[in-house]
């Protein structure tokens, strides 16, 4: 079927809406008709080749919500009409997926990062030739085509725009402290970096009940959105010494730090602010072969640990249902870091979002 789609035709350039064929769904696969979708950083990364170098074109986009149209013959989790939103993917089988840990799949860039479904092919084309598909969605269009096993069902009565950056955002960021570093009532935890993914994991730490919630930034303007949300303090680095500043507030440190800015002067210093027995958890994008240099007397002796995260350790099809009634009955107000633009819009959404104007661009579609 035609769809209209913003295509990526080069690094740094801004996308094209262009008519496109989309692939009809197979037995195991639903089409899907996308209502909004958020735009995320990583997108123009791999539109940049900062990470990954997808082909172009490309169609980027992995924050998709919408409602199902068609299913394949085999698909049973999910029926035309129902809401849903797009996650990862992963195959679903490897010992990682088996462990119900989807985000650590064996074959996680084959599924995501190569510009095909994991199999090779695209559903994705024009005049004949293929374009990339990216991370099982490539949801920066009007209609895509997902495996059953990346289509998550969610309540109808949640708009969709509120739902779909459970998809990346949220999941990071929420999933981060709530599955990755199991954070318990009465911790305190540190949060570097106050975009999407940071606040997602202030709004989770404020609805277990954390006793200390430290944002930090740069952006005064984002560190008093943190306070509405839930942070006890903010330490902004641009005139606040980091590490004094936060052992001045926790005398003994923090027991959990979140590190989501991919600053590697950063990431060292939520490893010094931690108590004992403390954990750091980072997230972001970071290139291959990037190095940080740790403290190793002061992360044994204090039994701190240490650990990289994706995607919050999420496991979609459970976590992302809890985390849209999470949204629904207002303990996770995801609305406040929300800047709506439509579809034609996306390069505006997509410049507001690298300067900072926007904590998370949502696009929406044309019914």
């Known amino acids: 079927m035609e769809i209209l789609a913003a295509v990526s035709r080069a690094i740094a350039v801004p996308m094209q809406l262009e008519r496109i064929q989309l692939a009809e769904p197979q037995d195991d696969e639903v089409l899907v008709r996308l209502v909004a979708t958020g735009i995320c950083h990583t997108d123009m990364a791999m539109r940049d080749h900062k990470i990954y170098?997808?082909?172009?074109?490309?169609?980027?986009?992995?924050?998709?919500?919408?409602?199902?149209?068609?299913?394949?013959?085999?698909?049973?989790?999910?029926?035309p009409g129902d809401h849903v939103?797009?996650?990862?993917?992963?195959?679903?089988?490897?010992?990682?997926?088996?462990?119900?840990?989807?985000?650590?799949c064996t074959h996680f860039d084959n599924f995501n990062f190569h510009g095909t479904k994991?199999?090779?092919?695209?559903?994705?084309?024009?005049?004949?030739?293929?374009?990339?598909?990216?991370?099982?969605?490539?949801?920066f269009a009007t209609h895509t085509v997902c495996n059953e096993r990346h289509v998550v069902s969610v309540p109808k009565d949640v708009p969709l725009d509120l739902?779909?950056?459970?998809?990346?955002?949220?999941?990071?960021?929420?999933?981060?402290?709530?599955?990755?570093?199991?954070?318990?009532?009465?911790?305190?935890?540190?949060?570097?970096?106050?975009?999407?993914v940071g606040l997602s994991a202030l709004m989770a730490a404020k609805m277990i009940g954390a006793s200390e919630i430290i944002a930090i930034d740069r952006n005064p303007e984002r560190l008093a959105l943190a306070r509405e949300l839930g942070a006890t303090a903010t330490i902004d680095t641009r005139?606040?010494?980091l590490v004094a500043t936060v052992r001045r507030i926790v005398p003994g440190g923090v027991d959990l730090t979140f590190e989501t800015t991919?600053?590697?002067?950063?990431?060292?210093?939520?490893?010094?602010?931690?108590?004992?027995?403390?954990?750091?958890?980072?997230?972001?994008?970071?290139?291959?072969?990037?190095?940080?240099?740790?403290d190793v007397e002061w992360m044994m002796t204090g039994g701190r640990t240490f650990r990289g995260i994706i995607l919050g350790d999420s496991d979609p099809k459970s976590f992302l249902p809890k985390m849209a009634r999470a949204i629904a009955n207002g303990s996770f107000p995801i609305d406040k870091i929300i800047t709506r633009y439509p579809f034609e819009r996306i390069n505006d959404a997509i410049h507001d979002s690298e300067t900072g104007k926007s904590i998370k661009a949502v696009l929406e579609f044309a019914a």
């Not at 074109?57 to 029926?79: D, L, N, Y």
């Not at 092919?121 to 374009?131: F, M, V």
């Open 262 to 294: 991919a600053n590697m002067a950063l990431l060292k210093q939520a490893t010094q602010v931690l108590a004992r027995r403390g954990t750091c958890g980072f997230v972001g994008g970071i290139p291959a072969g990037t190095e940080v240099t740790l």
């Open 239 to 241: 005139s606040e010494p």
């Open 163 to 196: 739902l779909c950056p459970l998809g990346c955002a949220v999941q990071t960021g929420a999933g981060g402290v709530i599955n990755s570093l199991d954070m318990k009532f009465g911790q305190s935890i540190a949060v570097f970096g106050t975009g999407s």
């Open 53 to 79: 170098p997808i082909p172009h074109p490309a169609v980027f986009g992995h924050e998709g919500g919408g409602v199902v149209e068609r299913v394949g013959r085999s698909v049973t989790t999910v029926k």
């Open 85 to 104: 939103v797009l996650s990862f993917g992963f195959c679903g089988h490897c010992v990682a997926c088996d462990d119900h840990h989807p985000s650590y």
């Open 118 to 139: 994991g199999d090779g092919s695209t559903p994705l084309s024009q005049d004949g030739k293929p374009i990339s598909f990216f991370q099982a969605q490539s949801s």
